[in-house]
């Protein structure tokens, strides 16, 4: 490994693919751990190795459930008005 490529003002360490498949399993906890890496194939960078950012688990419908009254004639809703701008559709 040696000192390669910049990034947001600092230095990647550089990982020849040989070594890299001989460590991948370290660089692998080195990457979680928040280091990044730059790959290369007989010097020439070919991708950078870190870790994926966490994605947010998106939140589930429903979860206003019980907060939210919608009134039992929603679907007919502005229904004369609707028919009188585009006719009845029927």
């Known amino acids: 490994m040696d000192a390669g490529s910049q ?4 230095t990647l360490v550089t990982v ?32 950078r190795m870190a870790a994926v950012e966490a994605h947010q688990e998106l939140q589930r419908l429903g979860f206003l459930g019980g907060e939210v009254a919608v009134p039992d004639d929603f679907n007919r ?13 029927g």
Do not use: C
């Not at 498949?21 to 070919?46: C, H, N, T, W, Y």
């Not at 502005?78 to 559709?89: D, K, L, N, Y």
């Open 7 to 10: 990034e947001g003002g600092r």
């Open 16 to 47: 020849e693919i040989e070594e890299a498949q001989a460590r991948l399993s370290e660089l692998v906890d080195r990457a979680v751990q928040g280091e990044a890496f730059v790959i290369a194939k007989a010097g020439k960078p070919l991708v």
């Open 77 to 89: 809703m502005g229904e004369v008005e609707i028919a009188a701008r585009f006719g009845s559709g």
